[in-house]
């Protein structure tokens, strides 16, 4: 290991030390030097690059080796922080210009001042007050409203990390780790549950704002989701309990001669969740869709049985506890789109589910008839329902549908 991979390994725990609520994502990145990055870089995989020329002067420049540690440990918050901001998800949705959008990424994210860490002397990062523009506001607002000469304050391109556009030191990285959706949010939302037991006032206000958003399901499925599941539940156990005189009635003794039916059926909760795994959800679509089924999870507390489905049907995995999540490496999927296969697989599973749930983008053909057992649709997007997106009504009313408002 050579003697500036070794400070840049201290300068994470350093980081860790003084900022523990990152931890978990600062040790899951791996470390590559490589002069093709102009000073330091992440994607979405939690890979860093980093330039030992560039980290070689900025360690010289300083004459006390606390304040580099700081220094470094500044510029590693700073490229995780991309990476949990799902900057890289939001620069694809937008389809912007990369450099513009690195400038917009760093404004959101460089207004937090951490205790312990100090911003690179070296290479300054960009702030909003340079460009006397408000702090708190996101990327998409700093993008809309940077100057035209924003370039005339220099930042380091930040790597796919941000933007989503990969640059040559990724490209040719041999032996990339990938760290899938699912465990990308889980990552997400342990940060997230870790920050939000930080003291009152140790958090910027931008951090408290990402903490809600990514803890705090984007609807109120209390009101909303939950109580549909209920309703929906209850009407398909009522279709699979009937009174029966095959098995005799624990009260039949009370009153005999009088001969009374007993009810016969499961009265267990079955709830199937159809899950969208084509190619339209990869990224933030599936991350969420993951974090939602995760709120059901943990609310509903029944056992749930997830189907991954694309145009075609894969195995079912059967989860009993929101931590079940965990176990999913990768869900299946990729291609095309069709919910109606997973919607039959579902119907013909044993037990008979109560109900069941769709998590798609809604880029998938409909069923053009309602079934024996209640089918709700939660359709992920941006700001309102998109009128090709919605099931067909009818025969779907608008109570079996919830929009989930894709997290931005």
């Given at each position: ?28 990145c ?19 690059y ?54 917009a990424?760093?404004?959101e ?5 951490w ?13 909003p ?28 391109d ?12 990724e ?5 990339p ?7 990308r ?18 958090l ?11 803890l705090?399901?984007?609807i ?9 599941l ?13 009174y ?26 079955q ?8 190619g ?40 009993k ?17 069709n919910m ?33 057992i ?14 090709q997106a919605?099931?067909?009504?009818p ?14």
């Amino acid at each position: 290991m050579s003697d500036i991979e070794n400070t840049i390994r201290l300068s994470r725990a350093y980081a860790a030390k003084n900022l523990p609520w990152f931890s978990p994502a600062l040790y899951r990145c791996r470390i590559v030097l490589t002069e093709q990055v102009p000073i330091a870089a992440i994607d979405k995989n939690y890979n860093t690059y980093w330039n030992p020329r560039s980290i070689a002067l900025l360690i010289n420049s300083l004459s006390d080796r606390k304040r580099g540690l700081s220094e470094l440990g500044f510029i590693w918050i700073h490229e995780i922080s991309h990476v949990l901001r799902e900057h890289f998800n939001r620069a694809s949705y937008l389809g912007v210009d990369s450099i513009k959008w690195n400038y917009a990424a760093d404004l959101e994210i460089n207004d937090s001042e951490w205790e312990g860490l100090l911003p690179p002397t070296l290479f300054p990062p960009v702030t909003p007050n340079l460009y006397n523009l408000p702090s708190g506001r996101t990327a998409e607002w700093y993008y809309n409203n940077l100057p035209e000469k924003y370039v005339s304050f220099k930042i380091w391109d930040d790597g796919s990390g941000v933007h989503d556009k990969y640059r040559p030191w990724e490209k040719e990285d041999k032996n990339p780790q990938i760290i899938n959706d699912i465990n990308r949010t889980i990552l997400q939302r342990d940060i997230a549950r870790r920050l939000k037991s930080a003291k009152p006032g140790t958090l910027p206000g931008g951090w408290n704002v990402w903490i809600k958003n990514t803890l705090e399901p984007k609807i109120d499925w209390k009101k909303i989701l939950r109580n549909r599941l209920s309703t929906a539940i209850t009407i398909g156990r009522g279709c699979r309990i009937d009174y029966t005189y095959n098995k005799t009635n624990r009260r039949s003794t009370v009153y005999a001669p009088i001969i009374l039916p007993t009810l016969a059926g499961t009265q267990s909760n079955q709830l199937v969740v159809v899950i969208d795994t084509s190619g339209s959800m990869k990224g933030q679509p599936l991350e969420q869709a993951v974090g939602e089924l995760y709120g059901i999870l943990k609310e509903a507390h029944r056992n749930v049985t997830l189907i991954p489905c694309d145009a075609d049907v894969f195995q079912t995995i059967e989860l009993k506890s929101a931590q079940d999540i965990r176990t999913l490496l990768k869900l299946p999927g990729g291609g095309g789109t069709n919910m109606i296969k997973g919607i039959e697989f579902a119907t013909k599973q044993c037990p008979i589910p109560d109900t069941i749930l769709v998590l798609t983008d809604g880029y998938t053909p409909y069923p053009t008839e309602k079934y024996n057992i209640p089918v709700l649709f939660g359709i992920l997007g941006h700001n309102k329902l998109e009128e090709q997106a919605t099931p067909p009504n009818p025969p779907w009313k608008e109570d079996t549908v919830v929009f989930i408002d894709l997290a931005k």
